[in-house]
């Protein structure tokens, strides 16, 4: 199996700190990766594709990158709305197909 | 504009088989290339694929699950459907339905509660 393993679990950040949250996974995935942004309640929303294509109608403070192992997802001005947990997801042609990391949670410092 | 909606009971007994059925709306299941997808989120813990289906019927689904899930597709309703058998109170939790292979767009989610 693969397994995406994500750092911070927790994060306590201000309004327009820069934030970056890391995916490693154990085995290399290509750009075979995408984030999510889930809110209280909500249902996930996807962010970046592929490892650092922005997502229709995603503000262009989220940005991806990374490949093979070790990816990023950095948000350069966090906002009262980027509160959230965000997961990592890959995709590989092995069972189980896709798999998601266990979330960093966003918090307001 | 692609819509997905969850259906099924919301309370299942333990040991019987939970069942739920995603719509798709503004689109068909059948019309392009992707697969249809079931997630689940126990309460405050993080996300687990079950299984997915492509609108001729191949399905992949995740090993921990496999003996105990079924998901099929009736593209003549644009739906998709999930079995679970066997449940028990670890199996309570929102169930997401989604087109992959990205998530997106996701249902809104429904609980259901494993418990007699």
């Given at each position: 199996?693969?397994?995406?393993?994500?750092?911070?679990?927790?994060?306590?950040a201000?309004?327009?700190?820069?934030?970056?949250i890391?995916?490693?996974?154990?085995?290399?995935?290509?750009?075979?990766?995408?984030?999510?942004?889930?809110?209280?309640?909500?249902?996930?929303?996807?962010?970046?594709?592929?490892?650092?294509?922005l997502?229709?109608?995603?503000?262009?403070?989220?940005?991806?990158?990374?490949?093979?192992?070790?990816?990023?997802?950095?948000?350069?001005?966090?906002?009262?709305?980027?509160?959230?947990?965000y997961?990592?997801?890959?995709?590989?042609?092995y069972?189980?197909?896709?798999t998601?990391?266990?979330?960093?949670?966003?918090?307001?410092? | 504009?692609l819509?997905?909606?969850?259906?099924g009971?919301?309370?299942?007994?333990?040991?019987?088989?939970?069942?739920?059925?995603?719509?798709?709306?503004?689109?068909?299941?059948?019309?392009?290339?992707?697969?249809?997808?079931?997630?689940?989120?126990?309460?405050?813990?993080?996300?687990?694929?079950?299984?997915?289906?492509?609108?001729?019927?191949?399905?992949?689904?995740?090993?921990?699950?496999?003996s105990?899930?079924?998901?099929?597709v009736?593209t003549?309703?644009?739906?998709?459907?999930?079995?679970?058998?066997?449940?028990?109170?670890?199996?309570?939790?929102?169930?997401?339905?989604?087109?992959?292979?990205?998530?997106?767009?996701?249902?809104?989610?429904?609980?259901?509660?494993?418990?007699?």
């Open positions: 199996d693969i397994q995406l393993t994500q750092s911070p679990s927790f994060l306590s201000s309004v327009g700190d820069r934030v970056t890391t995916c490693r996974a154990s085995q290399g995935i290509s750009s075979y990766l995408a984030w999510y942004q889930q809110k209280p309640g909500k249902a996930p929303k996807l962010l970046i594709y592929a490892a650092s294509t997502q229709s109608g995603v503000p262009s403070r989220f940005s991806g990158s990374g490949s093979g192992t070790e990816f990023t997802l950095t948000i350069s001005s966090l906002q009262p709305e980027d509160f959230a947990t997961y990592c997801q890959q995709l590989n042609s069972l189980p197909k896709w998601f990391g266990q979330g960093t949670k966003v918090e307001i410092k | 504009q819509q997905l909606q969850e259906s009971p919301g309370l299942v007994k333990p040991s019987e088989t939970l069942s739920l059925t995603c719509t798709v709306s503004g689109g068909s299941i059948s019309s392009s290339s992707y697969y249809w997808g079931w997630i689940r989120q126990p309460p405050g813990k993080g996300l687990e694929w079950i299984g997915s289906i492509y609108y001729s019927g191949s399905t992949y689904y995740n090993p921990s699950l496999k105990r899930v079924t998901i099929s009736d003549s309703k644009n739906q998709f459907s999930l079995k679970l058998s066997s449940v028990t109170a670890a199996d309570t939790a929102v169930y997401y339905c989604a087109r992959q292979d990205w998530f997106d767009p996701w249902g809104q989610g429904t609980l259901v509660t494993v418990s007699s």
